[in-house]
């Protein structure tokens, strides 16, 4: 196997990435994504032909200009630069066994840390105004009932967007104890539990659009899968209702901080959203005030004042004080 860029490249995107570290078609879209960029800016910024761009030409320097550049000049956020970063950090540590001529400028390539950002706070409905956003869709359509059919079951089951697109019928198990079969990072399946009121509106919907076993659950209408842009144009059509940005993920947020607020312990909340590890799951805890509140309130839950005297009341206490 040639050593050279565009082979070892290459190799790592249709081979490692799919074969030894089986990722999704998502994630490799958007390793792939970030390499394009990556090239777009030597072609296009640095005006390197990209038939000489080599690994001495992409060296630590190189990379951290791309970086400033996808930050400041197409405004892309802290986390996507990190992103970015990340993948192709990840690209020079599958290609520095193989390269030993070139292990100084990987090493300093790998040695890139990533830029701290500023953690944003968890934006989420409350239980009054989830049940008030849902409650705005009129249900006297077909698309109507789409609509409230899909954005209840992205809130019940905590869904990310694209694990809701690629659900078909028979994902779904409807019966006394219904639950939802979920695809979702790292080629995971996981099952998570649904309400009845859920699985009524899912039974409903299901019956009127004739759909079976091997349909998908919610496509477009072309009859494909729909996407994340598809269900984020569906929410913009109700959002104004509770005057915030509403965005997929917020779902999501907003069923997590309401199981954390019922009381249910944090490592079933992590394998309900498919979190692999338990701090990703601890921010909820973190962003709740309320959940903050009431573990003070646990903490200090007597009273430490019931024994106390007024001392303004009580005149044989000044009068002992006093030597009166």
Not at 106 to 111: E, G, T
Not at 146 to 171: H, W
Not at 252 to 274: C, K, P, Q, T, W
């Amino acid at each position: 196997m040639s050593n050279s860029f565009s082979s070892l490249l290459n190799s790592y995107l249709t081979n490692y990435l799919v074969i030894q570290r089986n990722m999704s078609s998502n994630t490799i879209r958007s390793y792939k994504c970030t390499f394009k960029l990556l090239i777009k800016y030597i072609t296009d910024i640095k005006n390197i032909p990209i038939k000489n761009i080599n690994f001495d030409v992409i060296n630590r320097k190189l990379i951290i200009d791309f970086l400033d550049y996808i930050e400041n000049e197409t405004n892309v956020s802290i986390r996507t630069r990190n992103q970015r970063l990340a993948v192709i950090k990840s690209f020079y540590a599958y290609v520095k066994d193989t390269n030993p001529e070139q292990l100084v400028n990987i090493q300093q390539i790998l040695a890139i840390k990533c830029k701290k950002e500023i953690k944003k706070e968890i934006d989420y409905l409350t239980k009054d105004e989830m049940n008030e956003f849902l409650n705005s869709i009129s249900i006297d359509s077909n698309k109507g009932i789409r609509d409230y059919t899909l954005l209840m079951l992205l809130y019940d089951s905590g869904a990310r967007a694209q694990e809701i697109i690629n659900l078909k019928v028979e994902d779904l198990r409807l019966d006394s104890d219904p639950v939802v079969r979920l695809f979702g990072k790292g080629n995971k399946y996981r099952t998570v539990p649904i309400t009845n009121n859920t699985k009524e509106t899912l039974l409903r919907y299901i019956d009127i659009n004739k759909l079976n076993s091997n349909s998908i659950l919610f496509s477009n209408p072309k009859g494909n899968y729909a996407t994340t842009k598809m269900i984020t144009h569906i929410i913009n059509k109700y959002y104004n209702i509770l005057n915030k940005n509403i965005h997929p993920h917020t779902f999501r947020h907003s069923r997590a901080m309401h199981l954390l607020e019922a009381g249910v312990n944090l490592i079933y909340i992590r394998d309900f959203l498919g979190h692999n590890s338990i701090e990703t799951t601890e921010v909820y805890a973190k962003a709740n005030d309320n959940i903050k509140r009431q573990a003070i309130t646990n903490a200090y839950n007597f009273d430490i004042s019931k024994n106390l005297n007024d001392w303004n009341e009580d005149e044989n206490i000044l009068k002992e004080l006093l030597n009166i």
